[in-house]
């Protein structure tokens, strides 16, 4: 990692005089990234230019631009048109200068003599070397993570060893899990670059992603853990200084903590796009079929164990001074479908959790051990539970300056239950429309879940009754 620069002196923005890191533990982090600024001679413009005149051949645009789900925790990029096999010497090695993350397979091995493969097997090549790319980055995304984050803040005692493991977890063993990977694509990839079969490497390798149940259900006290310290001085200094230098990309540190979870997420999706260009009479057609299952099980299973842990996390963190009811909601929950930041009426944010049982309205309080939330009123029950869409400009919010003026609100919803007269339903308001989209999704799905295991008999229509009737009989149990 290169010496932090510290500006001495006061600038326009602040006045505080910042004080350099240590050199002796800086420089233990040897992480080097290009500059910025590009600075290209006469001799390399004339090239550029000259492999710009130069006939390109197109294969087609399954070679234009990479797939659809690649990492969206990097910075969005404009893709370079990949070369072709007859590509110019010139314009296949400036390819190789591309940022991390849109490196092709024919930018690799493209122009490798002897290579005659179709369009749709390069498709497929182009698949698996997705796979690779992305196995090599999240090795150097960890071990950025353990050298950069981990052992400078250890060292430095900005964090202690205890709090340093329940945030990082075992984040660096997985390095060799995923080097695994990396061999033993290297070991089956030929001299001219292609992967001839995948699937029984895949098969057999899969199943260790199981290794992450502990890692991803130690992700939402993880998270908690790293947001309170950074209301330390000294812990806050020391992130912001790692995000004004180059070798972090401008992400802050949790962004390379869950770069571990968004992998997992994009595995069927690489299992998926390598058998969309595998023929079916390919060997590793049945194969990356049973792959795909595997990975889809071993995902649901992490799924699960991770939301449970989840609800027991912000179960613990509930204050429920002076509320009733909260028992039958919270305390035998062990689901939490979403949670997420809302505003009341009055422009009050609240902090919502819809848990298994029902919906629970919380504001967030600062404790000396962290965030805690406190519950306020009676938590809504999703078998008595009534929502409805309010359009946009119906509602009326307070307790802002628009609200003063009477200004019409946006993405506002409303939840009430309906066995109680007396109570008013509560208009809610999401940050955006997909915030919307997202609650009342939920909150209608969730409430179809409880009520078809609430049932107690099936209702039907008899045959002989008229259509337009709407008499039912309830058949016996």
């Given amino acids: 990692m290169p010496e932090l620069?510290?500006?001495?002196?006061?600038?326009?923005?602040?006045?505080?005089?910042?004080?350099?890191?240590?050199?002796?533990?800086?420089?233990?982090?040897?992480?080097?990234?290009?500059?910025?600024?590009r600075v290209r001679s006469q001799s390399k413009v004339s090239n550029s230019l000259a492999?710009?005149?130069?006939?390109?051949?197109?294969l087609g645009k399954g070679l234009q631009?990479?797939?659809?789900?690649?990492?969206?925790?990097?910075?969005?990029?404009?893709?370079?048109?990949?070369?072709?096999?007859?590509?110019?010497?010139?314009?296949?090695?400036?390819?190789?200068?591309r940022k991390r993350g849109s490196l092709l397979w024919s930018d690799m091995f493209g122009a490798c003599?002897?290579?005659?493969?179709?369009?749709?097997?390069?498709?497929?090549?182009?698949?698996?070397?997705?796979?690779?790319?992305?196995?090599?980055?999240?090795?150097?995304?960890?071990?950025?993570?353990?050298?950069?984050?981990?052992?400078?803040?250890?060292?430095?005692?900005?964090?202690?060893?205890?709090?340093?493991?329940?945030?990082?977890g075992a984040a660096?063993?997985?390095?060799?899990?995923?080097?695994a990977l990396l061999n033993k694509l290297a070991e089956v990839r030929k001299p001219d670059g292609s992967i001839i079969e995948v699937g029984q490497l895949l098969l057999d390798w899969l199943p260790r992603l199981k290794n992450y149940k502990n890692y991803c259900s130690n992700q939402a006290e993880a998270k908690a853990l790293l947001d309170h310290k950074k209301q330390d001085p000294r812990v806050d200094d020391f992130l912001r200084r790692c995000i004004e230098s180059p070798f972090s990309r401008r992400l802050e540190l949790w962004s390379f903590l869950d770069v571990p979870r968004g992998r997992l997420v994009?595995?069927?999706?690489?299992?998926?796009?390598?058998?969309?260009?595998?023929?079916?009479?390919?060997?590793?057609?049945?194969?990356?079929?049973?792959?795909?299952?595997?990975?889809?099980?071993?995902?649901?299973?992490?799924?699960?164990?991770?939301?449970?842990?989840?609800?027991?996390?912000?179960?613990?963190?509930?204050?429920?001074?002076?509320?009733?009811?909260?028992?039958?909601?919270?305390g035998t929950s062990g689901v939490l479908h979403c949670h997420g930041e809302l505003r009341n009426a009055r422009g009050a944010k609240l902090h919502a959790f819809l848990f298994a049982e029902g919906l629970v309205l919380t504001r967030p309080v600062t404790r000396p051990e962290g965030l805690a939330y406190q519950v306020c009123g009676r938590p809504l029950r999703l078998v008595e539970l009534d929502v409805v869409n309010v359009p946009d400009g119906e509602a009326r919010l307070g307790g802002?300056?628009?609200?003063?003026?009477?200004?019409?609100?946006?993405?506002?919803?409303?939840?009430?239950?309906?066995?109680?007269?007396?109570?008013?339903?509560?208009?809610?308001?999401?940050?955006?429309?997909?915030?919307?989209?997202?609650?009342?999704c939920a909150l209608r799905q969730a409430k179809s879940c409880i009520t078809a295991t609430m049932a107690p008999a099936k209702c039907v229509r008899p045959p002989f009754l008229p259509l337009n009737k709407r008499s039912l009989v309830v058949s016996p149990a």
């Avoid at 660096?172 to 080097?179: A, Q, R, T, V, Y």
């Avoid at 993405?411 to 919307?436: I, S």
């Fill in 65 to 97: 631009h990479s797939m659809s789900f690649r990492g969206d925790s990097r910075p969005h990029q404009a893709l370079l048109s990949s070369p072709s096999l007859g590509s110019p010497p010139g314009l296949r090695t400036a390819s190789l200068a």
């Fill in 5 to 37: 620069q510290v500006t001495q002196g006061r600038s326009k923005r602040s006045s505080r005089v910042l004080e350099p890191l240590p050199v002796n533990v800086l420089r233990e982090v040897e992480i080097q990234e290009p500059s910025r600024k």
């Fill in 113 to 168: 003599p002897g290579s005659c493969l179709s369009a749709k097997e390069i498709r497929r090549q182009e698949a698996i070397f997705e796979l690779s790319q992305g196995e090599q980055d999240l090795v150097d995304d960890l071990r950025l993570a353990k050298k950069a984050y981990h052992d400078p803040m250890l060292k430095l005692s900005i964090m202690t060893k205890e709090e340093l493991a329940q945030i990082f």
């Fill in 400 to 440: 802002s300056f628009r609200g003063a003026f009477g200004d019409k609100a946006k993405n506002c919803f409303r939840v009430g239950q309906g066995c109680v007269a007396q109570q008013t339903p509560l208009t809610l308001q999401a940050a955006d429309v997909f915030d919307k989209h997202k609650w009342l």
């Fill in 266 to 330: 994009k595995y069927p999706l690489l299992v998926q796009e390598i058998l969309r260009h595998t023929p079916p009479e390919h060997p590793d057609w049945q194969l990356l079929h049973c792959a795909l299952g595997v990975i889809r099980g071993v995902l649901t299973d992490l799924n699960r164990d991770a939301g449970r842990a989840e609800c027991r996390f912000f179960c613990q963190r509930l204050l429920h001074a002076g509320v009733d009811g909260h028992k039958d909601v919270v």
């Fill in 172 to 179: 660096h063993s997985f390095i060799p899990l995923h080097e």
């Fill in 51 to 58: 492999n710009l005149i130069s006939p390109v051949r197109h």
